[in-house]
């Protein structure tokens, strides 16, 4: 028999839960603020809740995905709520920070609610797919007893600690890697457009480059895990290398007048490595200035 499912939220990314727990045959009902948008998922055999509490008490397992933690505070902090979800799986979706996830956990203890923090690795349209990731944190017994549902959602569940604040921890973590590079290409667009160089040249030298990038970013993880800050013989190349190739950026950008704002920030990084003797050290000696 497959437990009975609850999701609260059903916006772009809770309808795609619900419709991956649908495909997978779990007996699911649903609740949203505006009652509306539930209806594509009544009409994919879903059951409708008339309220929050009313939901908790029908399932075994209730799931939360709704914009923010406030909201799902609101919606969960009320007395009768938190006595319908007593003894229940509470799989927490939305989005919030490892300090919103620990407090919540706490409070979930405090109520005799089993819990786990899901950081949601995946745009909607992967849910369900065999490569979509979600990171959870909490207790590894929930997360092995739960897995098959789990797995509902896409191919790649992975929990990564018992400290509920880890899941969102590491998507905090995984993200800022993305902006890096974001704000990166942001850069190279710049560079292109004040140079007079078709955006589909920068994008035509991209591919041969990436391998380049993939194997600094390994290197430097690599390294600073292993502690090896110090130049070596397998250094790629020493901050002052870096940073006299880095200097040439600022002067482009100086001679086109280009906001020398985001290039300015890892200036100050670099400088202030070098004023305390690291310019023949490993690129990886700056993670003792960054953070
Ligand atoms: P959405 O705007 O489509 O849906 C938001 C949901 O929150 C709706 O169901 C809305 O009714 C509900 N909500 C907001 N405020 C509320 C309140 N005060 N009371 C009751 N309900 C309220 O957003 P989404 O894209 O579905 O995102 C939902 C969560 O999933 C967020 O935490 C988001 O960070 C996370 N997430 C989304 C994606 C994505 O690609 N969309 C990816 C990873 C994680």
Same mark, same amino acid.
């Given at each position: 028999?497959?437990?009975?499912?609850?999701?609260?939220?059903?916006?772009?990314?809770?309808? =795609?839960?619900?419709?991956?727990?649908?495909?997978?045959?779990?007996?699911?009902?649903?609740?949203?603020?505006?009652?509306?948008?539930?209806?594509?998922?009544?009409?994919?055999?879903?059951?409708?809740?008339?309220?929050?509490?009313? &939901? *908790?008490?029908?399932?075994?397992?209730?799931?939360?995905?709704?914009?923010?933690?406030?909201?799902?505070?609101?919606?969960?902090?009320? &007395?009768?709520?938190?006595? *319908?979800?007593?003894?229940?799986?509470?799989?927490?979706?939305?989005?919030?920070?490892?300090?919103?996830?620990?407090?919540?956990?706490?409070?979930?203890?405090?109520?005799?609610?089993?819990?786990?923090?899901?950081?949601?690795?995946?745009?909607?349209?992967?849910?369900?797919?065999?490569?979509?990731?979600?990171?959870?944190?909490?207790?590894?017994?929930?997360?092995?007893?739960?897995?098959?549902?789990?797995?509902?959602?896409?191919?790649?569940?992975?929990?990564?600690?018992?400290?509920?604040?880890? =899941?969102?921890?590491?998507? =905090?973590?995984?993200?800022?890697?993305?902006?890096?590079?974001?704000?990166?290409?942001?850069?190279?667009?710049?560079?292109?457009? &004040?140079?007079?160089?078709?955006?589909?040249?920068?994008?035509?030298?991209?591919?041969?480059?990436?391998?380049?990038?993939?194997?600094?970013?390994?290197?430097?993880?690599?390294?600073?895990?292993?502690?090896?800050?110090?130049?070596?013989?397998?250094?790629?190349?020493?901050?002052?290398?870096?940073?006299?190739?880095?200097?040439?950026?600022?002067?482009?950008?100086?001679?086109?007048?280009?906001?020398?704002?985001?290039?300015?920030?890892?200036?100050?990084?670099?400088?202030?490595?070098?004023?305390?003797?690291?310019?023949?050290?490993?690129?990886?000696?700056?993670?003792?200035?960054?953070?």
């Amino acid at each position: 028999m497959k437990p009975e499912i609850s999701v609260i939220g059903t916006g772009r990314m809770g309808s =795609a839960l619900v419709r991956a727990l649908l495909n997978q045959g779990y007996p699911t009902r649903v609740w949203n603020r505006t009652a509306e948008r539930t209806a594509p998922l009544l009409a994919l055999g879903a059951q409708a809740a008339r309220t929050v509490a009313a &939901a *908790a008490d029908a399932a075994s397992i209730v799931i939360i995905n709704v914009s923010d933690y406030a909201a799902s505070d609101r919606l969960l902090r009320t &007395a009768e709520v938190e006595a *319908a979800l007593r003894g229940r799986l509470l799989l927490q979706l939305t989005s919030g920070s490892p300090g919103q996830a620990r407090e919540a956990a706490a409070w979930a203890a405090r109520h005799g609610i089993d819990t786990l923090d899901g950081a949601i690795m995946a745009t909607p349209n992967f849910i369900g797919e065999p490569g979509a990731t979600i990171l959870y944190s909490g207790p590894a017994m929930l997360f092995a007893r739960h897995r098959p549902v789990l797995l509902a959602f896409g191919g790649n569940p992975q929990h990564v600690g018992e400290d509920p604040g880890h =899941a969102s921890a590491l998507d =905090a973590a995984l993200l800022v890697q993305m902006w890096g590079a974001l704000f990166g290409a942001l850069q190279g667009i710049a560079v292109c457009g &004040a140079e007079g160089i078709p955006l589909a040249a920068y994008e035509a030298q991209m591919p041969a480059f990436k391998p380049v990038v993939d194997l600094a970013v390994a290197d430097l993880v690599g390294r600073v895990r292993q502690g090896r800050l110090a130049g070596d013989e397998a250094t790629l190349a020493s901050v002052g290398a870096h940073h006299a190739a880095f200097r040439q950026l600022l002067e482009l950008y100086r001679e086109r007048g280009l906001d020398g704002t985001v290039p300015g920030a890892f200036d100050r990084v670099f400088r202030a490595a070098i004023a305390a003797g690291h310019e023949a050290d490993d690129f990886a000696v700056l993670s003792r200035y960054v953070g």
